[in-house]
């Protein structure tokens, strides 16, 4: 019988309003696990929004904080890990994912995306401009394959957060019966 290395953490990527943040809360709730997104230590630790270290610094920049955050939150056990939308696009970045670490991808569709996040509020960067469904159909196409290196896809398009929790949790509690 081949060894399973147990599950030790759980990295959720996906586009932008894909419900990385709200699926991964409620897994890490589900799971006694502790919970970090990463767009928001960024903004704790930087003391700006993404959208001004966006216009501020640069997309570049952005992504090295991004790329820096994920090397130190990998040395945590126990902790539900959600990425920003680009952070799979950053080369080395899934390179750098250590073994122990289920990662899920939270598929979603551009025209939902940019509902979603049209409706919290102001315009996330990389959506910025007269076209945001275009921006996202493009953003989506560039990313898909980096995405497609998770594990475990999930279409997030329709199904309710509590849902995908509970999807994700029995795919752990089933990989931990097989050790």
Same mark, same amino acid.
């Given at each position: 019988?081949?060894?399973?290395?147990?599950?030790?953490?759980?990295?959720?990527?996906?586009?932008? $309003?894909?419900? !990385? +943040? @709200? /699926?991964?809360?409620?897994?890490?709730?589900?799971?006694?696990? !502790?919970?970090?997104?990463?767009?928001?230590?960024?903004?704790?630790? +930087?003391?700006?929004?993404?959208?001004?270290?966006?216009?501020?610094?640069?997309?570049?920049?952005?992504?090295?904080?991004?790329?820096?955050?994920?090397?130190?939150?990998?040395?945590?056990?126990? /902790?539900?890990?959600?990425?920003?939308? %680009?952070?799979?696009?950053?080369?080395?970045?899934?390179?750098? /994912?250590?073994?122990?670490?289920?990662?899920?991808?939270?598929?979603?569709?551009?025209?939902?995306?940019?509902?979603? $996040?049209?409706? %919290? %509020?102001?315009?996330?960067?990389?959506?910025? %401009?007269?076209?945001?469904?275009? @921006?996202?159909?493009?953003?989506?196409?560039?990313?898909?394959?980096?995405?497609?290196?998770?594990?475990? +896809?999930?279409?997030?398009?329709?199904?309710?957060? @509590?849902?995908?929790?509970?999807?994700?949790?029995?795919?752990?509690?089933?990989?931990?019966?097989?050790?």
């Amino acid at each position: 019988m081949v060894a399973v290395d147990p599950i030790r953490r759980i990295l959720i990527v996906g586009f932008m $309003a894909s419900g !990385k +943040t @709200s /699926v991964g809360q409620e897994l890490a709730n589900l799971l006694e696990w !502790k919970f970090h997104d990463f767009d928001s230590i960024i903004e704790d630790r +930087t003391g700006v929004t993404i959208s001004e270290i966006f216009c501020r610094d640069g997309e570049e920049h952005f992504r090295k904080l991004e790329s820096d955050l994920a090397l130190e939150l990998f040395q945590e056990e126990q /902790v539900v890990l959600s990425s920003g939308g %680009g952070w799979p696009s950053r080369p080395g970045n899934w390179e750098c /994912v250590p073994d122990g670490t289920l990662s899920i991808w939270l598929r979603v569709s551009p025209e939902v995306a940019v509902k979603r $996040a049209s409706s %919290g %509020g102001p315009t996330r960067p990389m959506l910025e %401009g007269e076209d945001p469904l275009g @921006s996202a159909i493009k953003l989506l196409e560039q990313r898909e394959d980096l995405y497609g290196r998770a594990q475990i +896809t999930l279409n997030s398009d329709n199904c309710y957060t @509590s849902n995908l929790a509970t999807k994700i949790m029995n795919i752990v509690i089933d990989q931990k019966d097989q050790e």
